[in-house]
T-cell receptor, first 113, second 112 residues
Framework: DVKVTQSSRYLVKRTGEKVFLECVQD?????MFWYRQDPGLGLRLIYF???????EKGDIPEGYSVSREKKERFSLILESASTNQTSMYLC????????????FGPGTRLTVL | DQQVKQNSPSLSVQEGRISILNCDYT??????FLWYKKYPAEGPTFLIS?????DKNEDGRFTVFLNKSAKHLSLHIVPSQPGDSAVYFC???????????FGKGTRLHILP
């Protein structure tokens, strides 16, 4: 059974804190993605990675960075959390030849106070 | 500037009837389209896709229709079942290996 796991389901942080969201997949997928989901805005791509140590900006990368040191793990970092980063964060992964058919984790609901 | 539009935020359908979810797109370069389904507290799951060289793709109770001239696609679910109650996201990309642009989603309620 394929699996994408995210380190926390719920997280509450304070403005200015550094926040790490972790994602692990066990499917040996080359591609990994971070999205955020907001009411009325759907899913928006923050960053993606197609290989270890490789990263590409998505549509809304401002205020975020990522790290991919191992194939199975992709981290999203909020360097200095702000209230407008309160959101549902979704990690996904896929094979290199089926980019679009992504497998998603359960999501992390982050609240920044 | 929304390239993938789902104009109905929600839809209610009687169990056993047909559910039709609609999606419009503006970018004529899109040639691969997908539908994802999302339950509360879970990540989206891939449901069905269609390439622009086709106008229909069927998988069990789910059929996706593509009208390229109208830049419109629709997802038909027949017959609708209670477990189909979820949020459905339409998505598009310029090819099978390009990033996906998602719509805002439509919440489908299947009524008993």
């Amino acid at each position: 059974d394929v699996k994408v796991t995210q380190s926390s389901r719920y997280l509450v942080k304070r403005t200015g804190e550094k926040v790490f969201l972790e994602c692990v997949q066990d499917m040996d997928h080359e591609n990994m993605f971070w999205y955020r989901q907001d009411p009325g805005l759907g899913l928006r791509l923050i960053y993606f990675s197609y290989d270890v140590k490789m990263k590409e900006k998505g549509d809304i990368p401002e205020g975020y960075s990522v790290s991919r040191e191992k194939k199975e793990r992709f981290s999203l970092i909020l360097e200095s959390a702000s209230t407008n980063q309160t959101s549902m964060y979704l990690c996904a992964s896929s094979f290199v030849d089926s980019y679009n058919e992504q497998f998603f984790g359960p999501g992390t609901r982050l609240t920044v106070l | 500037d929304q390239q993938v539009k789902q104009n109905s935020p929600s839809l209610s359908v009687q169990e056993g009837r047909i559910s039709i979810l609609n999606c419009d797109y503006t970018n004529s370069m899109f040639d691969y389209f997908l539908w994802y389904k999302k339950y509360p507290a879970e990540g989206p799951t891939f449901l069905i896709s269609i390439s622009s060289i086709k106008d229909k793709n069927e998988d069990g109770r789910f059929t996706v229709f593509l009208n390229k001239s109208a830049k419109h696609l629709s997802l038909h679910i027949v017959p609708s079942q209670p477990g189909d109650s979820a949020v459905y996201f339409c998505a598009a990309s310029m090819n099978r290996d390009d990033k996906i642009i998602f719509g805002k989603g439509t919440r489908l309620h299947i009524l008993p």
